[in-house]
């Protein structure tokens, strides 16, 4: 069920469908779905008590044992509307949480979901240990005196806290590990996809990169970073990596926890947002996307949107007026093809950014050095003499410096009046 307040909007076709979307990626059945709309919060049982015996009976009535709230709870009213309805209560935050759990499959991922969820819990513990309390009226206070439920929620308590320092320790290493990783892929171009979960991303990666990422119709099929080479054209490659997918109100616990596996992101040169235009909701979704990386401390002026799964639609309004918010947006559908020209000179573009003319001289040893200029650069003319290589090429004007550092001496060519014949295509 979900509640809305005044003023708030909602898809009036299907107001529930992201709810129900994620009911089902958690492996449960809708029997009922209600929409409530609020003036203002109930802060003991966010509906009200009235409104919480109707969900009472509607739930006895389809003999539903858990009731899920697109909303956010606070332990007090998880608890107060549990008295009412004895049943089960989730929230969005908890919901989101056990589908994360389920889709862990690397020992990062598992660590990142584990202290989301720990960090969710710790407040709540209570709430777990409400049937154990203290010894009856009239008992000595002080050591001693406590019932086995206080006992039991002070152990566990000091339980997770200690397991939230390990796992936190954990990952900090992790994510010193990929930020070294990343930064030392400074000689390649290097590109994000980001975006609503379920906007095609990994279907886009696939189209670009001859990759076989696994492609589902479920949210979240994607919780660890995927990173492939994509090449643009001949002699220039860059590197393109699908994250993790992006959803309205993710909890803050999980995107703090999955600051690790979102370093690509933080890192990259450029991010392409990429928009389910088919989706009713397309432009609510942006909202949410563009919220998280600003959490993220990203500059959005950094992407390029991509309004994706065109191929899908009946009617051009929904295109049109995404166009008219985003006047640079490409158009394209992952799943066709179509588009992605478009989307590959502009990427080209701004990965080879201002090309100079060099000559380099380094050790003809020196292999790396190398195979960058190759990846990276156009080579025209290549000279060996007594263990060493001169090269002269076109190098994009943010690689000199990392030639440099590689152990290269660089001097700048400038241009010729009339154009050189020698700068064709290598031979």
């Known amino acids: 069920m979900g509640v809305t307040l005044k003023g708030q909007y909602v898809d009036p076709d299907e107001p529930l469908a992201e709810l129900k979307s994620l009911t089902r990626t958690a492996g449960a059945e809708s029997a009922d779905e209600l929409l409530v709309r609020l003036r203002q919060i109930n802060p003991g049982t966010y509906i009200g008590k009235g409104k919480a015996q109707e969900i009472a009976q509607r739930a006895r009535a389809v003999k539903a ?21 004895s049943v089960k209560i ?95 892929r400074t ?10 979960t379920n906007a095609g991303k990994s279907t886009l990666l696939n189209t670009l990169t001859g990759a076989n990422v696994l492609v589902e119709g479920r949210l979240f099929s994607t919780l660890d970073t995927k990173t492939r080479r994509w090449k643009l054209r001949p002699g220039l490659w860059v590197l393109l ?33 990429v928009v ?52 640079q947006a490409l158009p394209i559908s992952a799943s066709t093809g179509k588009g992605l020209d478009r989307l590959v000179e502009e990427v080209s573009r701004l990965a080879l950014g201002q090309e100079m003319s060099v000559s380099i001289r380094a050790a003809s040893a020196n292999g790396k050095l190398l195979n960058m200029l190759k990846a990276q650069g156009n080579i025209l003319k290549t000279n060996y003499s007594d263990g060493m290589v001169e090269v002269r090429a076109q190098l994009p004007a943010r690689l000199i410096e990392r030639v440099r550092q590689m152990g290269a001496s660089v001097e700048l060519i400038r241009p010729s009046k009339t154009p050189s014949k020698s700068k064709s295509k290598n031979p």
């Not at 000689?187 to 609503?196: D, E, K």
């Not at 309205?248 to 933080?266: C, G, K, Q, W, Y």
Request: aromatic fraction near 4%.
């Open 65 to 85: 044992d858990v009731v899920i709230f697109d909303n956010d709870l606070t332990p007090g009213q998880i608890r107060g509307l549990e008295q009412i309805l």
């Open 90 to 184: 989730i929230d969005r935050s908890e919901l989101i949480l056990d589908i994360f759990a389920s889709r862990a499959q690397t020992r990062q991922a598992r660590l990142q979901v584990e202290l989301a969820q720990l960090e969710y819990t710790y407040p709540r513990l209570a709430r777990m240990w409400e049937h154990l309390h203290r010894i009856g009226a009239g008992a000595p206070t002080g050591l001693g005196a406590r019932g086995p439920g206080e006992k039991q929620l002070e152990t566990d308590r000091r339980l997770v806290r200690r397991r939230v320092t390990t796992l936190r320790s954990s990952l900090k290493k992790i994510q010193a590990r990929r930020e070294r990783e990343v930064s030392s």
């Open 187 to 196: 000689s390649n171009f290097t590109v994000a996809l980001v975006g609503y």
């Open 241 to 273: 990596s699908d994250t993790v997918g992006f959803i309205r109100d993710l909890p803050h616990h999980l995107v703090a926890s999955f600051r690790a596996t979102l370093e690509h992101t933080r890192q990259a040169d450029l991010l392409l947002h």
């Open 276 to 327: 389910d235009v088919s989706n009713p909701l397309a432009m609510a979704q942006t909202r949410s996307c563009l919220a998280v990386l600003e959490e993220l401390g990203l500059d959005p002026a950094r992407a390029i949107t991509l309004l994706n799964k065109v191929d899908k639609l009946q009617d051009m309004t929904p295109l049109q007026t995404a166009r008219t918010l985003f006047p």
